[in-house]
């Protein structure tokens, strides 16, 4: 069973550097052909892919958000990083981790979200 866990600061003021981590248990990172995903639902709006970071390392990221973000894994400690830098409140959402990537849209593993507020 692959278990997700998201974990990070539930606050974080404008302008600043979101920074979140997710720690996957029961599975490697790097596991052909598995991509790992961040994806994010503002309050009363739907699912927004973020980006990806796949079995090799390579990155994806939504256009929309390319230029803000930057997603890096640690192996050694089965660990993907989210950073989103230069946020403001309409940042403010529930970010996921998951598996699977947008080709596909299929995502068979899901964190349980953690809940990031822009505010200062």
């Known amino acids: 069973q692959v278990r997700l866990q998201e974990s990070g600061p539930g606050l974080v003021k404008p302008s600043q550097t979101l920074s979140l981590t997710c720690t996957v248990s029961?599975?490697?990172?790097?596991?052909?052909?598995?991509?790992w995903s961040w994806i994010r639902q503002p309050p009363g709006k739907g699912l927004e892919w973020m980006g990806a970071?796949?079995?090799?390392?390579?990155?994806y990221y939504s256009p929309s958000l390319k230029s803000r973000t930057s997603i890096s894994r640690d192996t050694s400690k089965n660990q993907l990083t989210l950073q989103l830098s230069s946020v403001t409140p309409e940042d403010t959402a529930v970010y996921y981790c998951a598996r699977g990537s947008p080709a596909s849209n299929e995502y068979d593993y899901w964190g349980q979200g953690t809940q990031v507020t822009v505010s200062s």
């Open positions: 970071i796949d079995y090799s390392g390579s990155t």
């Open positions: 029961g599975g490697s990172i790097t596991t052909n052909y598995y991509y």
